[in-house]
């Protein structure tokens, strides 16, 4: 079965530290793994993209790895802003018409 | 994203009803999508459309119909509206990207459906 599972549920963390969100996936075919930001009540807010053929992306403070081996991503935030609370979820993409399979998200809460 | 903008916000409505929910955007993207999201699960594709001319069901398309009117426009109706299609549903747009496979989707604000 397709699925897309991410963990913690939910994380709580002090303004200006780091954390790191995990992203499990047992998605076949799989071509893209995506990582979104959605505040409480707007949309999901694309922050990487990353092909099969990729380790790496960064935006900003935001720094997503994936192993395409182990079926593993990661969501590295540094130095939390107040803003970064928010659900962050994971995605993959593949198949002929690149279907996306989302997670259920990690509610963040950054506490000053 | 002021860019794609969904109508109505809020919405509460009966068993039984018909809803329309409609999405604009003015990104100039071909390729539409509607998709539900229920507390604990991902979100859910309903329906996509590649072009004006091209409609396609996603994995929970039963109960749901939609209609692109032209290429800014993609609403999605609730022929009769039950309980269970409470939830909230969002439009998104995107770009073909590399090959189709690294289209970046931009997501609506969301329209908050209450079917009582």
């Known amino acids: 079965k397709n699925q897309v599972e991410q963990s913690p549920q939910s994380l709580i963390i002090l303004e200006g530290k780091n954390c790191t969100l995990q992203?499990?996936?047992?998605?076949?075919?799989?071509?893209?793994l995506r990582w979104y930001k959605q505040d409480t009540g707007r949309g999901p807010v694309s922050l990487t993209i990353?092909?099969?053929?990729?380790n790496t992306k960064s935006n900003g403070r935001y720094t997503a790895t994936l192993d395409a081996d182990t079926k593993q991503s990661s969501l590295h935030i540094t130095a939390s802003q107040l803003s970064d609370s928010a659900s962050y979820i994971c995605?993959?993409?593949?198949?002929?018409?690149?279907?996306?399979?989302f997670g259920t998200g990690t509610l963040l809460a950054v506490q000053p | 994203d002021a860019d794609v903008t969904q109508t109505p916000r809020n919405r509460i409505t009966k068993t039984g009803k018909r809803i329309m929910l409609e999405c604009s955007q003015t990104?100039?993207?071909?390729?539409m999508y509607w998709y539900r999201q229920d507390p604990g699960l991902g979100l859910r594709l309903i329906y996509y459309?590649?072009?004006?001319?091209?409609?396609n069901k996603g994995e929970i398309s039963d109960g749901y119909s939609v209609s692109r009117q032209a290429q800014a426009k993609f609403s999605l109706s609730l022929e009769s509206a039950i309980p269970n299609q409470t939830a909230l549903y969002f439009c998104?747009?995107?770009?073909?990207?590399?090959?189709?496979?690294?289209?970046?989707?931009?997501f609506g604000p969301g329209t908050r459906l209450t079917v009582l």
């Open positions: 992203c499990n996936y047992t998605v076949s075919p799989f071509s893209n």
């Open positions: 998104a747009t995107s770009d073909p990207g590399l090959a189709g496979r690294t289209d970046t989707q931009y």
């Open positions: 990104k100039g993207h071909d390729r």
């Open positions: 995605v993959t993409g593949g198949g002929a018409t690149n279907k996306l399979i």
């Open positions: 990353m092909t099969f053929s990729e």
């Open positions: 459309s590649f072009d004006v001319k091209d409609i």
